[in-house]
């Protein structure tokens, strides 16, 4: 009975907070423009659904209840055409040390790229984020990678310990679809 009772309260404050920040922002769109390594294939189609699917997993709540899932009615959308030029100085569109992923973001003129994969240290990288800015995704990653990446741009940090559910899990595994109260604010907040 007690622990029920201290449950209701806790729930209530926070759906209290949500509601709060809800009366502050409602919508923003996510405009991005891209890069892809001249070597490395990846259509147009797989960007747009990167942002089509991370947009939708933002924008669901899966749970109906604040607690663990909340609608993030943010958009991600591709801004102008994908330039297919793009290469930089100091590696390819295989990343495999952290100097070369440097170079990577240090050659962008555009908020993302994409390279064929990074691998660094014998941990396979999905996709990065520097500054709160660049993102680079690698050609297979998982759509809702975008989404995470982007909460980074948002001064997100990964989850620790990992959430598996979260979108901010640290190793993304593909089925990650949630965003709480504060993390929504933030995507919000772009
Ligand atoms: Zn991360």
């Known amino acids: 009975m007690f622990s029920n009772r201290r449950f209701s309260i806790v729930a209530s404050v926070a759906f209290a907070v949500c509601l709060a920040a ?13 890069h892809k390594h001249t070597s ?21 709540d899966d749970d109906g209840a604040p607690l663990d899932d909340v609608a993030c009615d943010t958009t991600l959308q591709r801004s102008g055409s ?10 390819d569109d295989v990343i495999t040390s952290t100097t070369e992923r440097t170079a990577a973001f240090a050659g962008m003129t555009r908020n993302c790229a994409v390279v064929s994969s990074i691998s660094i240290g014998g941990s396979t990288i999905l ?14 990653a998982p759509a809702i990678t975008l989404a995470h990446e982007v909460g980074h741009k ?34 919000l907040g772009l």
């Not at 994908?82 to 100085?89: L, N």
């Not at 997100?156 to 979260?166: A, C, E, F, M, V």
């Open 22 to 34: 809800n009366s502050l922002c409602l919508a923003n769109t996510v405009s991005l423009t891209w």
């Open 82 to 91: 994908v330039d297919t030029t793009w290469t930089y100085t100091g590696g």
């Open 154 to 187: 948002a001064s997100l940090s990964d989850l620790n310990p990992t959430i598996t559910s979260r979108i901010m899990n640290y190793a993304l595994g593909g089925s990650e679809n949630r965003v709480i109260c504060t993390e929504r604010d933030a995507f």
């Open 127 to 140: 996709g990065c984020c520097q500054g709160h800015n660049k993102i680079i995704m690698t050609s297979g």
């Open 40 to 60: 490395a294939t990846c259509p147009d189609a797989t960007i747009d659904g990167w942002h089509s699917s991370s947009t939708t997993a933002l924008k669901t």
